[in-house]
Every structure is written in C-alpha cells, then in structure tokens.
C-alpha cells in the first residue's frame, strides 16, 4: 500500500455520532448529552456509529451497512458489494 493509505481510509469517514438504542436518538460527540447518558443513564444502550461514503457509488451509509476492504482501501456499502460480487470486492 501507498504511504497515503489512512488519508485514502480517511475521506470516506463522513462523520462518528453516538446512537443511543434506547431514546432512539442520535447525540453529536462533544455534546453534552454524551455524558449526561453514560452518566445518569448507564442502562441505555449507547453505540459510536460512522457515517461512511461508499467509494463505488457516492452513497451516504452507516458503517453497520458498508465493509472495508483491505485490499481496495475503500469502504463499500452492501448494495455495491451485492452487485460485484464479495470476491471482487476484496481483490486487488
């Protein structure tokens, strides 16, 4: 891999937000709900989630819904991936 690898990995990641399961909401990191509901809430489910940029086709997508791929170094969502195949997907 090239020395610019991380920044290449970089530009996909959109943005990382925290989602709690239990509101339903979606906290911005740096906010202070953040800690109000680790801290008064600790019951709540709370999961750091990355906003992603398909590097196939452009989409917006969370990273439960996208892969990376070691080889390509791009994150890919799971239509692209579905569409060329898994093999293709993580070969060079």
Request: overall charge negative.
């Amino acid at each position: 891999m090239g020395e610019n690898w991380t920044e290449e990995r970089d530009k996909a990641v959109q943005n990382t937000v925290y989602y709690c399961e239990t509101c339903n909401s979606i906290i911005e990191p740096g906010d202070l709900d953040v800690s109000i509901h680790k801290k008064d809430l600790p019951h709540h489910k709370m999961r750091r989630v990355m906003i992603l940029r398909c590097s196939r086709c452009g989409d917006i997508v969370t990273d439960s819904n996208a892969q990376y791929s070691l080889e390509k170094n791009q994150f890919w969502c799971k239509n692209c991936i579905s569409e060329v195949g898994a093999k293709s997907f993580h070969s060079t």
